[in-house]
């Protein structure tokens, strides 16, 4: 009698084991995105001169006066990242975090789960450590988007109340690399 009461209880203990899933930790991540439309908002309502400036393999090919009202779709590329505060999105993404002491920033990285299945490979945060506040400097973010005919790939940067920039890295099936950066300022002292 005792040995069916074991068995038993053994299996009512598996049973319940069976039935209590793993929980995987809730993902709070910064919303890189949401930090971006905040930026892109600011400078709708701002009365800052625009400078857009394009550059081919390196030589400054155009560069003038951008209206205000152009603003929001030349920064398209950084509105069209995925949200890390959605959980599900969240799902697809980890994170890491270290203090680079060479630079004196903490960098918050972000990269999918499974590459394959990401336009966005990266992003990244550099947060400045203040004693009465920590603020985020600069975003990078890397994505790239395969096809059997073309790859592009976008190295973008964003330097927070300054400016922003796209380089685009293309390459055509039998032709040579094509970079092409796009860099617009809004608030800078020195932007040519």
């Known amino acids: 009698m ?4 074991v068995v038993i209880l053994l299996f009512l203990g598996s049973v319940s084991a069976c039935k209590q899933k793993k929980k995987e ?7 890189a995105l949401t930090i971006l439309k905040g930026q892109v908002t600011h400078v ?30 030349a920064a398209k ?6 949200d890390l505060s959605d959980k599900n999105v969240a799902s697809r993404f980890k994170e890491e975090k270290l203090l680079d002491e060479t630079i004196g920033m903490f ?7 499974d590459p394959g ?9 550099l947060v400045s450590p203040n004693s009465s506040n920590d603020n985020i400097n600069t975003i990078l973010i890397n994505r790239s988007v395969s096809n ?17 920039q796209v380089t685009t890295i293309r ?16 608030n800078e002292d020195k932007y040519r």
């Open 25 to 31: 930790p809730e993902k709070n991540f910064i919303s």
């Open 107 to 113: 960098i918050i990285t972000y990269t999918p789960v």
């Open 2 to 5: 005792f040995k069916y009461i």
């Open 171 to 186: 390459q055509l099936p039998g032709q040579p690399e094509i970079t092409t950066t796009v860099k617009v300022t809004w």
């Open 44 to 73: 709708d309502t701002s009365l800052y001169p625009i400078v857009r400036m394009e550059y081919r393999d390196g030589l400054l090919i155009d560069s003038v006066d951008m209206p205000r009202e152009s603003f929001r779709a």
């Open 148 to 164: 059997r005919d073309s790859s592009v790939q976008k190295n973008m940067l964003w330097q927070m109340d300054k400016y922003f």
């Open 117 to 125: 299945k990401e336009e966005t490979q990266k992003q990244e945060l």
């Open 77 to 82: 590329d950084f509105l069209d990242i995925p």
